[in-house]
Every structure is written in structure tokens, then in C-alpha cells.
């Protein structure tokens, strides 16, 4: 992905990191921490116990008003009437081509406000959108009541992910707090500003996301450090997110999503309602089903002993280049190389048999069905 | 801190090799390992070809990037380190003996004391 150029953004948390002595990289405009201790511990800490992620990179948008739902509707694929307020769900925000601006998670917060949580690549794109799309529908009859507030810089955030997700959420929160269930949202106020609680996450654990005031941010971290840490878990940097969402299977966007596929061919259908009324790239998507889809994300893995696949590796069918990789890694879980890649639909079938081109030598690999790793559910709560 | 070791040469990418030997180990240092991070997987020479100085000769490979190994002579390949093949983390965790990468004839046995000696390498990672 290519970097913005100009001065990074600072994540709130950035003292903590540095104290931490994590390595800083640039993502998506920001100095963001790709590892503390090691991704290799840090991945294995959230699949085995517990880890902690800066996401204040993340950006949101409330969406509020009596259109507030109809508006969403109109600029989202999933179909935002179906949430009860305390609901979350995934969802696309596509161009009229059916092409991916972006893919976030939608809660809504009462009958009339929603938060969207977006990715920090597409923030200031999506806002433009966002702005540009309810200006319009401000002009429709009765669509006046319908308010927009970019919170991003209001906000910071965290996940927790893993196993004993739910052990640190009490320590910090209190054994009566209640429990952020998966795709369910819960607002707590406080003097400083609103506390969103997900039960979202990126890396197919149990786990919940926390969006607090900007300035509370550098307490909170503390409070869940030292209750991640009593639970045996790490912090943990961009680089264990990215193997652990790949090892689900979890399209990055900028990767895996892009302007060029539809989220039809990106496996992604079960998110997009073709059935509601009139929504931002419906057409396009609907002639696309009609069609047959072109290409399709889809797993891969490297078989025997490989270099690590990475993003614009091509695949091969014999002496057919049929693509390049969107992502790639070795999966610590697994120990072996894992892709995603859009092939032609025929090729896309799971046990069909490819090679992987790594600095002009071929591997063998064969695509698989999605996802490559599958969680051991968390132990019974006490 | 890194540790460099006196009696190694380097060169300025973070290659060691031991002067004055022949055939010669070569590998990276620890202040390289620990900027690479964890490696998981390591591309070595073939036994028997002939490298120039500075070619590309490895690969070591972290699950975030691929560093390119150069070599610090001329020279032939004489070994290759099998273990890495298992277990490349053996580069992070004792880069100076177990995870040696490969052994090279040198050319011109000299070679070697052309680069970096320990003080020199110290003062290159301050």
C-alpha cells in the first residue's frame, strides 16, 4: 500500500508504545507500533490467552436523525433497518461501479444514531463520501433530518482478542459489567465523552473493541496492559493483526478490497442485502450475479517447505499466469504459507492444484477453503 | 545492546565472516537479527557456485520481509547451514555459531581483513 506522504499521525497512545520499546512503521498515515516483544509471541498470546491492539488509526462517523437508517441503507451494502439498537453488523461502502470503497462495521446505537467504524487508509476519503452522499439526500423530500460528525479524532481505540478476553474485561470493567457479546454494542457515558463497547474484533478470537475519548486513552491502555498481563497476554502490533486476520481469512482493504472487485467476488455476499431498496453499486452487483462473477478471492496455501508468500506473488496454472497474490504470510498457527488471491472463477474451486512464483522459482500450493484457521472456542467461564 | 564479536570481520550491510579462514563462516549479525525480527525462513546458496563480493547470495526471511544476504568476499560456496532449513530461528537465537548461514572459500584468502573489524562495526550500529 503506498503512504501518504506528509507528517504522520500520532496515535494518543504513543508514549505507552515507546515505553514499551515498540517498533514504529508507518500504516495508512499514521505511526502505528508492528510489534513489541516479537509477532510470533504476540500472535500466539491472542490465540492462546489474550492481546492488546492500538487501533486509534481506526476512524468513526456517527450518523444521526430520523434518515439517519434509510441514509445508511442508501450508502451501505448490509442492510442497516435489520439492526435492533445495540446491534453491530459488517458492511461495504461501494461506488456506483460496485467497486469497494470501503469495508467497516455499522452499530447501531439507538432507533436513530449509528457509529460507523472505518479504516484509517480510507478516512478522509470515506468522510468526503459520506459528507457528499448526505448532502444530496438532505435534498430529498423529508430527508433533512439526517447529521454527520466525524468522531476519529475524538476517538482512540483498543481491542482486546483472544481467549481470555472476557477475564480481562471484568478486571477493568467490574464482574457486574456486562459483557459486550459478539456484533453488539454498548455506550457507557462518562464525564469525558461516550465509551463505545464492540463485541467486534479482526482476528476470529472472542474478544471486544473499545472506543473511548481521546484523552482518556493513555489510563485506559494502562488499566488493560495490567490486566492483559495478569491474564498472560501481550501487547501486540499491526504485524500479529495481520497474520491473525489473514488466518481467518478477513479481507484487508487496500489488499484483499479494492476499487477493481466487487464484494460479490470477494466472497463477501452475505453482507450485501441485493433485496433492499436502491443502495450505492446495487446494479452494478446485480448484473455482475447475472452474469456469473469474473474472479473470486480465494484461499490458498503453500504446500511442503516455501519462503513466505507476500501480496503481488503471481499464481500460476502451468504456464498460465492467472494472478497475483492480495495477501500473503506464513500462518504461525499453522506454520506453513497462506494467501488470498482473485482467480478466474474455474480455478477458484477448493483442491485446485497451483504454483506460487518466489523470486523466479516455483511452489506448489493449492486453493482452500476460507478460513485457513479455526479457533479453539474459549474455555467455559466460571 | 548488540553483541559484536572481536575476533569477526563486517561488512556494512550485517554480514559477519571469519578472517583468515578457509573455507570462511559468514553469517548476520546480532544487531541484525534483532532489526529482522523473528525468521522464519532462510534461501540459501547453492554448494559450489562462485559469488562475487557484495552479490546477493541468501534470502532471510521474517514473516513481515525478505532481506537479501550479501556476501562479504569472492569466493565459492562450500556449505550451507541444513539446520536453518528446520530451524531458522536459530539465526535469531545464536547468530554467531548455531546460525551461521554458509562457508565460502574465499578467493583471496586476505579478503576478508579488508572490512569492518569489531570496533569499526560497533561505531557503523551506534
Redesign the interface.
Known amino acids: 500500500m503506498s503512504e501518504p506522504s506528509g507528517p504522520l499521525h500520532l496515535s494518543p497512545l504513543h508514549a505507552a508504545h515507546a515505553a514499551l520499546g515498540a517498533r514504529m512503521v508507518p500504516f495508512a498515515g499514521w505511526e502505528m507500533p508492528v510489534q513489541y516483544s516479537g509477532l510470533l509471541a504476540e500472535h500466539a498470546a491472542v490465540r492462546g490467552a489474550v492481546g492488546l491492539f492500538d487501533i486509534s488509526h481506526m476512524g468513526q462517523v456517527l450518523v444521526s436523525g430520523q434518515q439517519a437508517a434509510d441514509f445508511l441503507n442508501h450508502v451501505l451494502t448490509n442492510n442497516a433497518a435489520h439492526l435492533q439498537p445495540g446491534q453491530g453488523h459488517y458492511t461495504l461502502m461501494l461506488l456506483p461501479s460496485g467497486g469497494v470503497l470501503d469495508d467497516l462495521i455499522a452499530y447501531r446505537a439507538s432507533e436513530r444514531e449509528f457509529l460507523l467504524v472505518i479504516n484509517a487508509a480510507r478516512e478522509a476519503e470515506d468522510w468526503r463520501h459520506l459528507a457528499d452522499e448526505a448532502d444530496l439526500w438532505r435534498q430529498r423530500e423529508d430527508g433533512e433530518d439526517l447529521r454527520l460528525s466525524r468522531l476519529s479524532d475524538q476517538c482512540a481505540g483498543m481491542a482486546i482478542q483472544g481467549p481470555r478476553s472476557r477475564r480481562v474485561f471484568h478486571r477493568v470493567f467490574g464482574e457486574q459489567a456486562p459483557w459486550p457479546e459478539r456484533n453488539t454494542l454498548l455506550v457507557s457515558l462518562s464525564e469525558t465523552g461516550p465509551l463505545w463497547l464492540c463485541g467486534t474484533g479482526y482476528t476470529g478470537e472472542e474478544g471486544f473493541e473499545f472506543f473511548p475519548p481521546t484523552a482518556t486513552a493513555p489510563a485506559w491502555w494502562d488499566r488493560l496492559l495490567e490486566a492483559v498481563t495478569e491474564e498472560g497476554g501481550l501487547p501486540c502490533g499491526l504485524g500479529a493483526r495481520d497474520t491473525l486476520r489473514l488466518e481467518m481469512g478477513y479481507p484487508l482493504n487496500g489488499n484483499d478490497l479494492s476499487l477493481e472487485h466487487t464484494p460479490l467476488e470477494a466472497g463477501l455476499g452475505f453482507f450485501v442485502d441485493l433485496e433492499k431498496p436502491s443502495f450505492i453499486g446495487q446494479q452494478a452487483l446485480v448484473e455482475q450475479k447475472s452474469c456469473g462473477l469474473p474472479s473470486r478471492l480465494t484461499g490458498i496455501e503453500l504446500i511442503g517447505t516455501a519462503p513466505p508468500p507476500r501480496p503481488h506473488y503471481t499464481v500460476w496454472k502451468g504456464d498460465q499466469p492467472l494472478g497475483e497474490l492480495s495477501s500473503g504470510t506464513l500462518s504461525p498457527s499453522l506454520r506453513r504459507g497462506i494467501a488470498m488471491a482473485y482467480l478466474p472463477t474455474a480455478f477458484s474451486k477448493p483442491g485446485t492444484e497451483l504454483e506460487i512464483d518466489i523470486r523466479g522459482r516455483r511452489y506448489p500450493a493449492r486453493t482452500v477453503k476460507k478460513p485457513f484457521y479455526h479457533p479453539q472456542p474459549p474455555p467455559s467461564q466460571p | 545492546m548488540s553483541t559484536v564479536l572481536e575476533h569477526l570481520r563486517y561488512r556494512d550491510s550485517h554480514e559477519w565472516i571469519e578472517p583468515s579462514q578457509s573455507p570462511a563462516a559468514v553469517g548476520i549479525t546480532d544487531h541484525a537479527q534483532a532489526e529482522l525480527?523473528?525468521i522464519?525462513?532462510v534461501?540459501l546458496p547453492g554448494v559450489g557456485r562462485h559469488v562475487a563480493a557484495g552479490e546477493a547470495v541468501a534470502?532471510v526471511?521474517?514473516?513481515?520481509a525478505?532481506s537479501d544476504i550479501y556476501a562479504p568476499v569472492a569466493g565459492v560456496i562450500s556449505a550451507i547451514n541444513d539446520q536453518l532449513?528446520t530451524n531458522p530461528g536459530l539465526v535469531n537465537s545464536d547468530p554467531f555459531t548455531e546460525g551461521w548461514l554458509f562457508r565460502i572459500t574465499p578467493d583471496d584468502p586476505s579478503a576478508a581483513t579488508a572490512l569492518m573489524d569489531a570496533a569499526a562495526y560497533r561505531q557503523h550500529i551506534a
Open positions: 525480527t523473528d522464519v525462513f534461501e534470502v526471511e521474517s514473516v513481515k525478505a532449513s
